[in-house]
């Protein structure tokens, strides 16, 4: 398991264990986060559970593929360095402490 932050854009905190092998969307959805809709159940086609990563952590992610970056275009203000969608990004231990923030919609 991994604690994982979720911040909501209204700056409500989400504090939440996530089981490794799920994804930042799955345990989001799983533990009925708001702000992360998830349209496309995880199939990387939408930008609806897009977040910021917080700074401390981007270089600790594994990298974006072209089909992450091309749906990040579809994003509500995405951020060049912070953007993720979390349908992307599977939980391990590493990410224990992980804190992301949800933007003001998805879209």
């Not at 998830?38 to 401390?56: E, L, N, P, Q, R």
């Not at 509500?76 to 912070?82: F, I, K, L, N, V």
Request: proline share 5%.
């Amino acid at each position: 398991m991994a604690k994982i932050t979720y911040v909501e854009f209204n700056g409500t905190e989400h504090v939440v264990d996530v089981a490794k092998g799920l994804t930042v969307m799955e345990g989001a959805r799983d533990n009925g986060i708001p702000g992360i809709e998830a349209d496309c159940g995880g199939a990387c086609a939408c930008s609806t559970c897009h977040v910021y990563v917080d700074a401390a952590w981007v270089e600790k992610l594994p990298a974006k593929d072209s089909m992450e970056e091309d749906m990040l275009d579809f994003a509500y203000e995405p951020d060049p360095a912070r953007s993720r969608l979390t349908c992307q990004i599977k939980v391990t231990d590493a990410l224990d402490g992980l804190k992301v923030f949800m933007p003001e919609k998805q879209i």
